[in-house]
């Protein structure tokens, strides 16, 4: 199998640095040239401070950059028909729009979480939520983050409600804060609740607590690295795929989600 190139956008980064750690241990995929604002030279592969300048041919792009360097990002994916991991988060609505006209012209994979791991628990929710939700279980999600996390509740723990919610589909409600009212925890709602302390990564728990019984699917994150291995197997996923908006969960249905 022939060794697949990417370009790293946003190279000089804390995630681009991580992931062209992980790239350069992987026999099966090499950074062919990065992108970034600024560059020191310190880097094994070419560095363009300007996306339109970059002429070196790749199988995929992975991105990790700002929200402010993704119109541009989009405009070269769609020129040079290159298939993009969009990890960068923050999109306005605008630009949410345009990833949707991007991909169908060239293979755009956007996911709400990079972890394979993350992934793989929603495939798993999927199929455990209406089981216990029918069974009379209620639904409790408990993250866990560092102090300098400023939005609450996380997008992750999001995404796993909203995966849930879409499951069940009668009328489940959200419930973040229960210290205004008295009265008993309704059937149908989701309790969602952010801890924001120290250095901690990204923890998430699902509860589904029954009559003398709880079940408990959890997730802990001990270091950024997570996210990275997820981008390196979405972008060997993605490389040769044809035009269309894809996800994470694509990576996992097909089973080749190992790191």
């Known amino acids: 199998m022939d060794t697949i190139k990417v370009i790293m956008h946003g190279c000089n980064g804390k995630m681009g640095q991580t992931i062209s750690g992980l790239i350069a241990a992987d026999e099966g995929i090499e950074i062919a040239a990065g992108i970034d604002a600024f560059d020191d030279g310190h880097n094994a592969y070419p560095v363009f401070t300007d996306i339109d300048k970059c002429d070196v041919a790749a199988d995929a792009l992975i991105d990790f950059s700002t929200a402010a360097a993704v119109d541009a990002l989009l405009d070269y994916c769609v020129e040079k028909k290159l298939p993009c991991v969009l990890c960068t988060t923050g999109l306005s609505e605008a630009q949410l729009a345009r990833v949707k006209e991007a991909s169908e012209k060239t293979a755009v994979l956007k ?138 969960s694509d990576v996992i249905n097909t089973g080749k989600g190992s790191v």
């Open 111 to 248: 996911s709400a979480n990079m972890s394979l791991g993350i992934n793989m628990l929603m495939k798993l929710l999927k199929e455990a939520a209406p089981v216990l939700s029918g069974a009379g279980f209620d639904i409790e999600i408990v993250e866990k983050h560092h102090n300098q996390k400023i939005d609450a509740p996380s997008g992750t723990a999001l995404a796993l409600a909203d995966v849930i919610r879409d499951e069940l589909d009668d009328g489940y409600d959200y419930v973040y804060d229960r210290s205004a009212k008295r009265e008993k925890r309704s059937r149908k709602e989701i309790g969602i609740s952010a801890v924001r302390g120290g250095t901690i990564v990204g923890d998430h728990d699902v509860l589904f607590a029954g009559a003398d019984e709880v079940i408990t699917f959890s997730h802990r994150a001990y270091s950024k690295a997570v996210f990275g291995k997820g981008a390196v197997q979405a972008a060997k996923f993605l490389a040769g795929k044809p035009a269309g908006l894809y996800d994470m």
